[in-house]
């Protein structure tokens, strides 16, 4: 069963910094492709960047592209988000997710009946 787990949220001040872990089980890394989300009340959950199996090429949305950086490390069944000069515009809940159809961080898809979702871990940045 695909186990998926994010966690590493808090409040920081904009300009700051967060690193969010997901961690994984049930699954190989070189099987899905990962990819992490974000979700604020009254909007539709956003795909925020995500890595294709076995550490292939990896998806940023553009508001976070120089900003936020993804990582997968096999040996610890975990997948990262690490944001920098955060801002007051990313506070989200943010969710991980994995996903077994072909190509579905490099196209965008959205999640198949072969993805799961995480728990999400709430952002916030205050201003």
């Known amino acids: 069963e695909v186990q998926l787990q994010a966690f590493g949220g808090g409040l920081v001040q904009a300009g700051g910094s967060l690193r969010l872990s997901c961690a994984a089980s049930g699954f190989s890394f070189d099987d899905y492709d990962i990819g992490w989300f974000r979700q604020v009340p009254g909007k539709e959950r956003e795909r925020v960047s995500c890595i294709s199996r076995g550490g292939g090429p990896t998806y940023y949305e553009d508001s976070v592209k120089g900003r936020f950086t993804i990582s997968s490390d096999n040996a610890k069944n975990a997948v990262y988000l690490e944001m920098n000069t955060l801002k007051s515009e990313d506070t989200a809940v943010y969710y991980c997710?994995?996903?077994?159809?072909?190509?579905?961080?490099?196209?965008?898809?959205?999640?198949?009946?072969?993805?799961?979702w995480g728990q999400g871990t709430l952002v916030t940045v205050s201003s």
């Open positions: 997710a994995a996903d077994q159809a072909i190509f579905w961080c490099s196209r965008g898809l959205p999640l198949s009946p072969r993805g799961s």
